[in-house]
């Protein structure tokens, strides 16, 4: 049973450009979310997603970034117009069920923006 | 709110010390806690988890008890081993929510 999968691991944009992340939920899995972490800092929660749903999205920048779920496919993270401060490793994690779960997270995606 | 306080590091030891990374908690109810292990260019790996008051989560040696009265989850190891060299991060769940906080992240570096 792969884990959560997460493409590119790594990724380099120059500024104004776009970025999208991938993830790919442990097989079963129907919720998923996206956490940022800044070097040398802790996981900051952004959006949790079901299928076709976005449930919480209190975590993230009210401009430039979003997130889907398709019915089909993996998630994508898409940030628009990629500054500097935009730079941080992007983790996924996906759950069978909600509520005290356990989450299980993704390699990651490290974002340098130029 | 709920938050998750752990103890900062960096943290030190040579190989067969003893740790304790300390965690507390501020939670609304009865969350699940846990404790993920990052190391370095690697995403977070569950390390263990206790889902009420007075389990005892355990893994590779390492161990943490939920205690309510005290809302902490400390981790400890006996004897580290130059591998346990990473990031360890307290974390907690809400009973009716996916809303996971997460502590700053302990760096521990253990010499041979």
């Known amino acids: 049973n792969a884990g959560v999968m997460q493409n590119p691991r790594h990724l380099v944009r120059r500024r104004g450009q776009e970025a999208r992340l991938r993830c790919s939920p442990m097989k079963g899995h129907s919720h998923v979310y996206w956490y940022r972490q800044l070097p040398e800092e802790g996981l900051k929660f952004m959006v949790y997603?079901?299928?076709?749903?976005?449930?919480?999205e209190s975590g993230m920048p009210k401009e430039r970034f979003s997130a889907e779920f398709p019915k089909e496919g993996p998630s994508i993270l898409r940030i628009q117009q990629v500054v500097r401060g935009d730079s941080a490793a992007y983790f996924c994690a996906s759950s069978f069920d909600r509520g005290g779960e356990t989450q299980y997270f993704g390699p990651g995606t490290r974002l340098l923006v130029l | 709110g709920n938050s998750v306080t752990q103890m900062e590091g960096p943290v030190t030891l040579s190989e067969e010390a003893f740790l304790t990374i300390n965690c507390t908690y501020t939670a609304t109810g009865y969350p699940s806690l846990f404790w993920y292990v990052q190391y370095p260019g690697e995403g977070l790996q569950l390390l263990l988890k206790?889902?009420?008051?007075?389990d005892k989560g355990s893994n590779k040696g390492f161990e943490a008890t939920y205690r309510k009265e005290t809302t902490s989850f400390h981790l400890e190891k006996g004897s580290v081993q130059v591998s346990d060299s990473a990031v360890y991060f307290c974390?907690?769940?809400?009973?009716?929510?996916?809303?996971?906080?997460f502590g700053a992240g302990t760096r521990l570096t253990v010499k041979p």
């Open positions: 206790a889902t009420k008051a007075d």
């Open positions: 974390a907690l769940m809400p009973r009716n929510n996916n809303d996971m906080r």
């Open positions: 997603l079901q299928k076709e749903n976005i449930i919480d």
